[in-house]
C-alpha cells in the first residue's frame, strides 16, 4: 500500500524486453535505499513494482504483461521521469490516501491551464472508470495522490499546487498525453459489495440506476 504523497523523482535508466514482459532498471535519485530489501515494493508513475535488483544507485523491477497492458509503463523511454514512493508502513503519515499501486487504466489530458501559482488540469477517465470518480474524492495519477475539483461525464479537473509542480512530475503533463489512473478502493469494493449473491456470476451486472432502484436504495420514477 502508498500514499500517493512523492518521495522522489527517478529516471528510467534501461529496459530490457525479456519474453513478452519487461526488466525495468530505474536511477532513484534522493530516495532513500538503505531500508528497501529485495522483494519490497516500490510505486513507480502509480504502478506498484517489486524490487529484483539494487544495483546501487537505484533498482530493478520486473514487469508483466499484465501490467504493461493496463498502465503506460510500457510506453517509458531511457530518460524519462518517474515519480517514486517505498510502501507505506505503520508508521508513515497518511498524508494522501490509501493507494493500492494496482493501477485501472490511463487518463488522458483533455486541457491544461493557469490558475493563479496553480496548474488547473481537465482529464478523460475510461469510461469504465468514470463512476468511481466523485468531486472532491481522491485520484491517483502517475503515483500522486490528488482531489478532484468537478466531474463531468467522464472527465474531472484537478488543480495541481505549486510544491506537487515541484515535487512530481506534474509539470510535464501535456494534453493528448495519457497517465496512469488508480480509483479510488472503497468504490471498487463497494460496487461488488451492493452485487451481493450476484457477484459469483460470470456476467455480473455493474451497478447503474436500475440496479440502485431494484435494491431500494433510490426511489423509481413516479
Not at 474524492?137 to 478532484?148: M, W
Not at 431500494?216 to 413516479?222: P, Q, R, V
Amino acid at each position: 500500500m502508498f500514499t500517493g504523497i512523492i518521495q522522489a523523482i527517478g529516471e528510467v535508466a534501461a529496459l530490457e524486453p525479456r519474453g513478452g514482459d519487461l526488466r525495468l532498471r530505474v536511477r532513484t535519485g534522493k530516495l532513500e535505499l538503505d531500508s528497501v530489501a529485495i522483494g519490497d515494493s516500490i510505486a513507480t508513475s502509480g504502478v506498484c513494482l517489486t524490487v529484483v535488483e539494487l544495483p546501487g544507485d537505484g533498482f530493478c523491477a520486473d514487469v508483466s504483461a499484465e501490467t504493461l497492458a493496463c498502465t503506460g509503463i510500457g510506453k517509458l523511454k531511457v530518460g524519462d521521469r518517474v515519480n517514486l514512493e517505498k510502501a507505506l508502513t505503520l508508521s508513515t503519515p497518511l498524508g494522501g490516501h490509501l493507494v493500492s499501486g494496482h493501477v485501472d487504466g490511463v487518463a488522458e489530458v483533455v486541457s491544461r491551464q493557469d490558475d493563479g501559482r496553480s496548474l488547473r488540469f481537465r482529464m478523460r477517465a475510461p469510461d469504465t472508470l468514470a463512476r468511481y470518480i466523485a468531486a472532491k474524492g481522491s485520484v491517483c495519477v502517475d503515483g500522486i495522490s490528488l482531489t478532484v475539483n468537478s466531474v463531468e461525464g467522464a472527465e474531472f479537473e484537478l488543480n495541481i499546487v505549486p510544491h506537487t509542480l515541484v515535487e512530481t512530475t506534474q509539470d510535464e503533463f501535456r494534453p493528448g498525453r495519457a497517465y496512469n489512473l488508480e480509483v479510488a478502493i472503497i468504490a471498487r469494493y463497494l460496487e461488488r459489495l451492493l452485487l451481493g449473491d450476484r457477484a459469483s456470476e460470470i456476467a455480473a451486472p455493474g451497478i447503474g440506476k436500475e440496479f440502485l432502484q431494484r435494491c431500494g436504495f433510490i426511489g423509481g420514477a413516479d
